[in-house]
Each structure stands twice: as C-alpha cells, then as structure tokens.
C-alpha cells in the first residue's frame, strides 16, 4: 500500500507536481528565435487565416488536449473544489502523455454551475483538439457534455462515464464468453446511478443486453416503477435514472440480486454481502469497481462462490478496470483523424478491441512488468493489462477506422500499415527502427533479384532463421512472431516433443514452425565428417566431432555453413562466450576481416548512436581497431544510416603522448588507406566526437562537421561500461548486440532476452541474410 507521506514526497519533490511544457523546436539561436516568434510566426498565422484547417499542420492544437473539471466530484472524495482537483487532473495529463503521447494542459474551472463550464469550453474550442471531462457530478456531467456535443466541432469525452463503460465493457463481453451466456439473455444488476453507472447502463444495452433484464439500484434500492421520489413531479425528479426505470418485484438490491447473472457495482465499499453472491445464477459475473474498496473484496466473493468471474478498479486484484484502457487511446485515435466527436460506434470499437486483444498471447516484457510468469486468457484476465504497449495499435486503430466508417472523421486514415508505424514511433525509437528492419525482412527484395538476371529468377523461399535453444519458452513466443510478421521461417532445435508439449502450453501454433532434433537429423554423420576434417589439427577427433554434433550449438552452425539455414539466433540460455566459440570454429569470417566483433545500437530521442566493441575483443590492436571500425559502419548502413566515425580515446588528436593514443591514431589511418569514402577521425575524447560545438570551435579541422553516431571504444572494458551507462543512466533503448564480421548472420543473445529482443535480432538476421543472397547473385 502507498503511504501519505510516499504520497505527497513524490508530488512535492524537485520541480512541484507533475507536468511540465517543452518546446517541440529548437530555440538555441537567433534565428531559431526569430523563427518561432517574430517575425517568423506571421507567416503560420496568415496561413491559419486564410486557410483555417492549417492550424493543424502549423500548431499543436492536432495532438492538444484539455483536461476540464470544476472540482465537483474528485475522485472518491467528493465535491473538493477546483484547486484540491488539480492534482487528479495532473495525473490524467500524465497519463495521457506515457500512454498515447498526446500533450495535455488541465484547466481547473472556478465553475460551480453546469453552465459556467459549458460556457468556458466553448471559449476555449480554437485552443484544442479535444476535451476530456472530468471528476464533475452527476446530473450536470452529462448535461455539460451534452450540451458541449451539441455545439463543439471537437470531439468531447466525459471519462469518468464513458472509460468505465468501455472497459467493463470489453470485460463484460469476454466474461459472458467464457461462461457461455448470450448478452441479450443475461439478467444485469447495476448498483449506483451515478455518472459512471447510468453510462455503464447505457453502453451495456448498446452492446446488446435486453432492455427488460438490467435493473439499475441508487442508494434508495432500485429503480422501479411506482417508486414515489421517481415520479416526474418529485422535487428531485433526474430525468437520466428515469430513463432506467422498470416493472419490477425487486425493490432492493439483496432482491434484485437472486438469480441475477452479472452484478455491475459503482458504489460505495461494501454494499454486497456473500449471501448475495450465493443467491446469484451460475457462474456469475461480478463487477465490484468502487474505489478504493469494492462493493465485496475479491477474497470474500471467491469464498462465496468459487464459480464466480470477478473484475475490480483495484489493481491487486485480477482483472482491474482502468480507464487508461481507454481513453489515451480513444482519444489518440479521434485527433489523428480530426474527429468532430466520439460517438458509439467509436467506443463499441475500442471495448471490441480491447475484448480481442485480451485472447491474444500476452508478450513477456507485460508478464515480467507485473511480476507473472504467464497471463493467458481466462477467468483471472479478461482484458489486457494497462501496460501492455499493444493496446496503443489495438485499440487505436480501432477507433480510427470507426470514426471514417461512421462519418465522424474529417481527415481519414489513408494507409492503415503506415499508420500502425507512425504509431509504433510513439513507443519509443527502437520501435520505429525495428519496424522499418522487420518491413525490410519482409519484403525479400524479389524486383532487385531479378534485375540482376537475365533469366527468370527460381522462387525464394522464406529466410530459414535457427533457433539452437528451440524447447525455451521465449524462443518458442518469439519463433510465433516471427511467422506472424513474415520476418521468416523459424526453425527450432530440440526435442519434438518437449518443444510441443511447451508451444501447447503457450498455445503457440506450430504449424507454420519447423523442428528439429539433431540427435536424429539425417544429415548428422555428414556434417560430423565435415567438423573432423575442418578442425582435425586442432585437437578434435572423428568420435569428438560426432559427440559435437549431438551439440545443438555446435550443429546449428554447421547447418548454416552448409546453406541448409540462412541465419542462427542463439544465446537464450548460455553465456555469451559459450555461444560465440562454436561460430568461431565453424563459420569463416568476412573478406578482409580477421577478428569478430559486438556492436550495440543505442536509441535516444533525437539520434541513434551505435557503439562497438562492446562484447568480443578484449584488447584490441590497430588491426583489430580498424577492422571494428569498417564492421561498424557497414552495419550502419544497414539501417539506412550513414556513417560519422570517431575512435575514443582519453587524447585529443594528439594532445596526450601515449602507447594507446599511438594504437588508436595507427587505425584511423588503417580505415583511411582502406577505405576512404567514409567520414571518420580521431583519436578523440567522447565529448568531443559528440558535441558540434567542440568540433567547430576548437577542432574545425577535423573530418567530423557533425558529431559521430559510430563510436569505436579502445578495449572491451570502456565499450562494454559505457553502452551500459548510456542504458540505465542516459535513458537509452538498446538494440543488440550485433555480432559482426562473419560472412554469414549468426547472433548471439544476451542471457534471459525478451522475446521483442529475439525478434528484434531475428529481423537483423534476415536482413542480413538477404543481403548475403543479393550480392552472390550478383558476383
């Protein structure tokens, strides 16, 4: 549990609460200064005048929010005010941004009237690109939003009805499905007739609940014809519980209850007994989303009914509703089409989404976040966690593709593959550049094959990728990606049926998978012979170089050496030298090169910086140090980068006299005489490579007029630090590593990896693997 104290320290501390604003541009210079403000800003400002719809393309109004509250109904708190609500509405901008990227200034209204905050909003229209409403009580919530559909051109959203819905929603569909009950045949009860459960009521019919089967409670029992405060002419008369009114001989909750399939609660804590959980149909459904404690805790529910599929708004619980389902991405995707509203074919399609996401397997990096081996659908997962990052594409393209469809977008997606990128980039660097890798591996490049024959090319089959640690679960996770994206043809080592009786588990779908058991592949005396004969006057006999082929280490290699595999991906389970050494033996290295070497991509907001060696060459020599250099600048390349090389040192082209600076100066040279089309320097201290201002003022000289994004490290030991401080302090992703300098893809894993960073290395493989086949056929 989180402490008062724990509390308000991290609101208070450093720079007071939670958001900030930073400039999207550069503002360093004088003319950056006269760019964004005058006289540069008049041009943007005629445009907008003559062309109103350009103030999307010149501003950020396409990606601006506002959070608005008059500080009625906080959280649980009650009506605190519009200075106590600021920090809640802090919070949702938070969320806004780390979720869906959208930029969010919250506006706290000394608004006490329904009115005041309509009037405000209107004002306030040409500033944003949609409104979320927030924490305002009931009725005058949905008078406010009402009113505001009516008379804005931007899309309005009340959270605290609509994200509850939604996302109890998608639970409530998945739910029904997994006990085999028909929505329009379930008997729904609703207790608290606020304005999340009135919405929650409104949105559950939509999805199909018949009318005649859901009873709506409030604090006085439920809504029931007859009932006297609910006659049209009572002085407290709400015309949105009216709409709930039914025929009914249940009068109180505990009534309503008895045989009922599904209990909504957004309540107070509390208010359902077990007895009222025995008295319910089988297996029932039961919602209890008042926070912080639920109507009935989980513990109780279960004791009562061991049957029972529960959800709550607590996140120590299975099934937690949350509205950062929701509305990030619901919102992402109504700004990214103009969308002049959320209407309900845009929330049916994002609580559809959200259902469908929940069947799919869950990725590791979502299971490590919240401490679990494995998630799979059932009755404990119902909907997808907050944290998993598919819930941004999901869900969001969802909504997208509803708005065009009905009518609600003024600027349709186009290309719906180009967008999942454009989204993709929203998740960080590293995302952008894989999927840019992965479309690459895709592809298969047949147009430029064939331009290089005259005769018809024979067909290509997919990449063969090898997969030595085949029966590790993550190998198996990542070997379904890569089917699913099209990056190639997995082939996994090992026993068949061990690696089947853990994909079933998984519920992997090996039939698109290859497997393979060297203890009885029928190429193994062959390739045994071939190791003996490559490694005789090394000390291996005939009978070693058999038991090495029992090694799936040892034959995966072997299989790619022979063309029988195009790539090998291993590592998983091993230390790194332990996986490196069989390659070392087998596979020759690339023409001109002597030495094998590592290289980590790392991903910064605004630039990529790739650093080698990082894993392989402890003390290297001039040689080595020009041969690391070449290796890296063609992998750049390979990431349609080009290349600015510097080689560190703790000199300054010259400025300490020392073995090391001389090493470090003698393969600068190397790289010249061999190369001389690429830009590369030094010897030269970190700072100075990467700082232009360094570069022009004390060293304008040097070959680098900008600063490196190839880094050539001295030793393993200053390469292998500095990627890794780079990593947890510098806040960078990391890619890798990449194993360079062999003639043919064989990458080695960092121990434990994830399975987006096998696939990540599995794409760099094939890549690479096409390359290799393009430039035979070209030969």
Do not use: W
């Amino acid at each position: 549990m989180i402490s008062r104290d724990e509390a308000l320290e991290y609101h208070r501390r450093g720079r007071p609460g939670k958001l900030e604003v930073t400039p999207s541009k550069p503002c360093l210079t004088q003319r950056d200064l006269a760019l964004a403000y005058s006289p540069g800003v008049a041009e943007p400002c005629r445009e907008i005048y003559q062309t109103p719809d350009d103030v999307y393309l010149y501003t950020g109004k396409s990606n601006l929010v506002a959070v608005v509250t008059n500080g009625s109904a906080v959280l649980g708190l009650g009506p605190l005010g519009p200075l106590a609500s600021k920090p809640v509405m802090e919070g949702k901008g938070v969320l806004f941004k780390r979720f869906a990227d959208i930029d969010v200034f919250d506006l706290e209204l000394n608004a006490p009237t329904a009115d005041g905050v309509i009037q405000a909003c209107r004002l306030l229209e040409p500033t944003f690109g949609g409104i979320n409403l927030e924490d305002i009580a009931a009725p005058d919530c949905f008078y406010i939003e009402e009113q505001l559909k009516e008379t804005l051109a931007i899309p309005v959203f009340h959270d605290d009805q609509h994200g509850t819905a939604i996302i109890s929603g998608a639970a409530l569909l998945n739910a029904c499905e997994l006990v085999g009950k028909e929505l329009d045949e379930i008997k729904l009860v609703i207790n608290g007739a606020g304005a999340a459960g009135i919405a929650c009521a409104k949105f559950y019919l939509t999805l199909g609940v018949n009318p005649k089967n859901l009873l709506l409670c409030d604090s006085k029992g439920v809504l029931y014809e007859g009932r006297q405060d609910l006659a049209p002419d009572h002085p407290r008369y709400n015309p949105y519980k009216a709409q709930f009114i039914r025929p009914s001989q249940a009068h109180t909750l505990e009534e309503a209850l008895v045989g009922a399939d599904v209990f909504c609660g957004l309540s107070i804590p509390n208010v359902v007994t077990p007895e009222m959980v025995r008295s319910m149909g089988n297996n029932p459904i039961i919602f209890a989303m008042a926070n912080p404690d639920p109507e009935i805790t989980y513990p109780d529910a279960l004791a009562a009914r061991p049957d029972v599929i529960m959800a709550t708004g607590r996140s120590d619980y299975p099934n937690q509703v949350n509205n950062v389902l929701g509305f990030p991405f619901i919102f992402r995707g109504a700004l990214d089409v103009r969308a002049h509203t959320i209407n309900e074919a845009m929330k049916i399609a994002a609580a559809q989404a959200l259902a469908a996401l929940a069947k799919e397997g869950v990725p590791e990096t979502v299971c490590r976040a919240y401490g679990m081996e494995k998630i799979e659908f059932g009755r404990e997962y119902l909907i997808p966690k907050p944290f998993d990052p598919r819930v941004l594409l999901q869900v969001t393209i969802a909504v997208a593709k509803a708005a065009a469809e009905s009518g609600a977008a003024r600027a349709p997606i186009q290309d719906f593959e180009v967008y999942r990128e454009q989204l993709e980039r929203r998740l960080g660097r590293s995302k952008e550049v894989m999927r840019q890798v992965i479309n690459k591996a895709k592809r298969r490049s047949q147009l430029a094959i064939q331009s290089l024959e005259t005769e018809k090319p024979a067909s290509l089959g997919p990449i063969r990728i090898a997969f030595p640690e085949g029966d590790d679960e993550r190998i198996i996770r990542a070997a379904s990606r890569i089917v699913e994206e099209g990056i190639g043809e997995p082939v996994l080592f090992g026993n068949f049926h061990e690696i089947q009786v853990k994909a079933k588990q998984l519920r992997v779908n090996l039939q698109q998978i290859e497997l393979l058991d060297p203890q009885t592949h029928p190429l193994r005396e062959d390739l045994a012979r071939q190791f003996f004969a490559m490694r005789a006057r090394r000390g291996v006999t005939l009978a070693e170089a058999r038991r090495h082929m029992l090694r799936r280490h040892y034959y995966a290699p072997m299989l790619l050496l022979r063309g029988e595999m195009d790539a090998v991906v291993c590592g998983e389970t091993y230390h790194y030298p332990d996986s490196i050494r069989p390659a070392l033996q087998i596979l020759p290295l690339d023409k001109g090169i002597r030495h094998a070497s590592g290289l980590y991509m790392l991903l910064f907001k605004n630039q990529i910086i790739f650093c080698a060696d990082t894993t392989v060459n402890i003390t290297p020599d001039a040689e080595t140090l020009a041969e690391i250099a070449l290796s890296a600048a063609d992998t750049a390349r390979r990431f349609d980068i080009e290349p600015r090389i510097a080689l560190l040192s703790f000199s300054n082209f010259g400025s300490v006299k020392h073995a090391l600076v001389d090493l470090v100066q003698e393969a600068v040279e190397m790289v010249h005489r061999r190369r001389p089309d690429l830009v590369i320097d030094g010897e030269m201290q970190a700072d100075t490579a990467t700082n232009e201002a360094i570069l022009h003022s004390t060293y304008p000289f040097s070959r680098l007029k900008e600063g490196a994004n190839v880094l050539i490290f001295p030793d393993l030991t200053s390469g292998n630090i500095a990627y890794k401080l780079l990593v947890e302090l510098g806040g960078a992703e990391a890619i890798g590593p990449i194993l360079m300098g062999l003639s043919k893809p064989y990458h080695v894993l960092q121990r434990d990896a994830s399975v987006d960073a096998i696939v990540n290395i599995a794409a760099i493989a094939a890549v690479q693997a096409q390359e290799i086949e393009l430039q035979a056929r070209s030969a």
